[in-house]
């Protein structure tokens, strides 16, 4: 490896190690509700315990959430989002070896240059260094497609019992981001399909690459899927569960929908729609680098076609075709099951690669192509990023992460505390749960207008069980400022609450938060 490959394999985990802790610390809200609550439930066996103490999401994997909460009881809070951020810049790297097997030497742009401009994507730069995860699960998906690449001869025309075993291996890293966290999925399944290019052997090498899917799924979510069916009657609970119909939600598929195109021509516009008003894909982050691959992807296959013969002027042409239609289903299947921009972010990260993939099949001279690629790299770079999910050290750059002490002298001995959900206002509190006596039980009560209360509607009867028949102190962990939902929500059990007892509690993260006394009407 020569000098300069060595400072860009170092460059791109210690940038964007360094780059996390400057944009401060992680305060988002999927941290505060499960992200940190759900490793600990696992590790102390608090299923059953608690009761929804972070609403339905308490039944998501908590294998992606482990390292994390190990991190934060042995490294100081800087430390552990450097970390995180390092491994972010590792897709860097494995974009930096991807471009190297698809563009062609000489193209005016060197690999490092789509795999740097996709690394400082709107998106990418919202998410490093916290726990949304989106671009740290494309690690084993962009693997999975360098695999593929760097034995791309092999691939096409090796012998299968040899081109197999590595599509089986390549799906298994896909498989395992998809295990971890199944919004992935759609990556895979893009992958998937581009297989059926290969002349000759389309069938058995998306076979051998599912084999390998479904074999990296339940290496890293088999023992979670097992535990929902047992304890739910559905794996994937509470989603889809029009097809499982466990007693404990409503027979619906459940999925988010809140971001999706109203209609046809939205849905045919929607990267412009993202770039316009990108709160409707719940992103507060704008770049363009989505709207220009929306546009370069359909352009460069029907070039392709048209001109069968062509070669591709700054790609290899079938990898060029491979990945053109990868990105293609890939976001197409994303636009149909979620179109939250966070899912796609790694699609904004390849998408420079994508561009010149496409502008290599534009009939034009080869010293044109080359400008207009440099040309584009240099377009797409500008974007409007967004600090919406952080604060401020603080000068607490040494100290655990989260951290949360409960009110002094407040009645825990004993005790059972009750969790509002959602209302206008609310601010999520699992994440000081860990923090609690380990005998304490929490318990999720349905606010009035709580969105998320329908999804797990068999729980109700068992919630109030607990409720009624709970000998010891009752307590509620609130938001201040949400008293008038607290009544509501509290009043279904009979139970009302002593604001004016209320104390706050002391946290690292989120707030503010209130434990309050309760009584029995």
Same mark, same amino acid.
């Given at each position: ?58 039944? #998501? ?25 390092? @491994? ?15 563009? +062609? ?35 084993? %998906? #962009? ?15 090796? *012998? ?35 297989? @059926?290019?290969?002349?000759?052997? !389309? ?44 007693p404990l939600g409503p027979a619906e598929d459940l999925r988010t929908r809140h971001a999706m195109p109203r209609d046809l021509w939205e849905a045919l516009t929607w990267p412009l729609v993202m770039l316009r008003a990108p709160w409707r894909v719940d992103s507060p982050v704008r770049?363009?680098? @989505? ?10 296959? &029907?070039?392709?076609?048209? +001109? ?17 239609? $990868? ?8 636009? !149909?099951? #979620? ?10 990260? &390849? ?9 290599? #099949?534009? *009939?034009?001279? *080869? +010293? ?36 949360? $002490? ?10 059972? %505390? %009750? ?17 609690? *006596?380990?005998?304490?039980?929490? @318990? ?39 008293? $008038? ?17 209320? +104390? ?18």
């Amino acid at each position: 490896m020569s000098a300069r490959s060595l400072l860009a394999a170092l460059g791109f985990p210690l940038g964007f190690g360094l780059l996390a802790v400057l944009l401060g610390k992680d305060d988002n809200w999927d941290l505060l509700h499960y992200h940190y609550y759900n490793p600990h439930a696992w590790l102390h066996g608090r299923n059953g315990h608690d009761l929804l103490a972070a609403d339905f999401h308490v039944y #998501f994997n908590p294998l992606l959430d482990l390292p994390f909460y190990l991190g934060n009881r042995h490294l100081p809070g800087a430390a552990l989002t450097f970390l995180l951020g390092a @491994l972010h810049g590792v897709n860097g790297l494995l974009l930096w070896r991807i471009a190297g097997h698809v563009l +062609r030497p000489g193209t005016g742009v060197p690999p490092l240059v789509p795999a740097l401009v996709g690394m400082l994507g709107a998106g990418s730069i919202y998410v490093v260094g916290t726990t949304y995860y989106d671009a740290l699960v494309a690690l084993p %998906v #962009f693997a999975a497609l360098w695999l593929i690449l760097r034995r791309w001869d092999l691939v096409q025309h090796g *012998p299968l019992g040899r081109s197999l075993p590595l599509l089986v291996l390549a799906g298994a890293c896909a498989g395992t981001g998809v295990g971890l966290k199944q919004t992935v999925a759609v990556f895979a399944v893009g992958i998937g399909v581009a297989l @059926l290019l290969l002349p000759g052997r !389309r069938i058995a090498s998306m076979v051998a690459f599912g084999i390998g899917g479904v074999i990296g799924v339940l290496a890293t979510s088999g023992f979670w899927l097992w535990h929902l069916w047992e304890t739910t009657g559905n794996p994937l609970f509470p989603y889809f569960n029009h097809v499982f119909r466990s007693p404990l939600g409503p027979a619906e598929d459940l999925r988010t929908r809140h971001a999706m195109p109203r209609d046809l021509w939205e849905a045919l516009t929607w990267p412009l729609v993202m770039l316009r008003a990108p709160w409707r894909v719940d992103s507060p982050v704008r770049d363009a680098k @989505l709207l220009v691959a929306y546009l370069a992807v359909p352009a460069g296959l &029907l070039l392709a076609l048209a +001109r069968p013969r062509a070669e591709n002027l700054l790609a290899e042409r079938r990898i060029a075709v491979f990945l053109l239609v $990868a990105t293609a289903v890939s976001y197409l299947v994303w636009l !149909r099951l #979620f179109s939250i921009y966070r899912y796609l972010i790694p699609v904004e990260m &390849l998408a420079p690669l994508v561009i010149l993939a496409a502008l290599g #099949f534009a *009939p034009l001279a *080869p +010293r044109a192509a080359r400008i207009l690629a440099v040309a584009l790299m240099i377009a797409i770079l500008p974007i409007q990023p967004s600090n919406r999910d952080r604060i401020a050290w603080d000068g607490a750059m040494g100290a655990p992460f989260v951290a949360a $002490a409960p009110p002094g002298g407040m009645a825990l001995e004993g005790a059972l %505390v %009750v969790v509002p959900g959602w209302h206008p206002g609310w601010r999520p509190n699992a994440f000081v749960i860990p923090f609690f *006596p380990p005998e304490v039980p929490f @318990l999720r009560i349905v606010a009035h207008d709580d969105p998320a209360g329908r999804l797990v509607t068999g729980f109700d009867a068992e919630i109030a069980r607990r409720i009624a028949t709970h000998p010891g102190p009752v307590l509620v962990l609130m938001t201040p400022g949400g008293e $008038a939902h607290v009544t509501a929500s509290l009043a279904r059990h009979n139970l009302a609450a002593e604001f004016a007892a209320c +104390r706050r509690l002391t946290t690292s993260i989120g707030g503010p938060l209130a434990l309050c006394p309760v009584g029995r009407r």
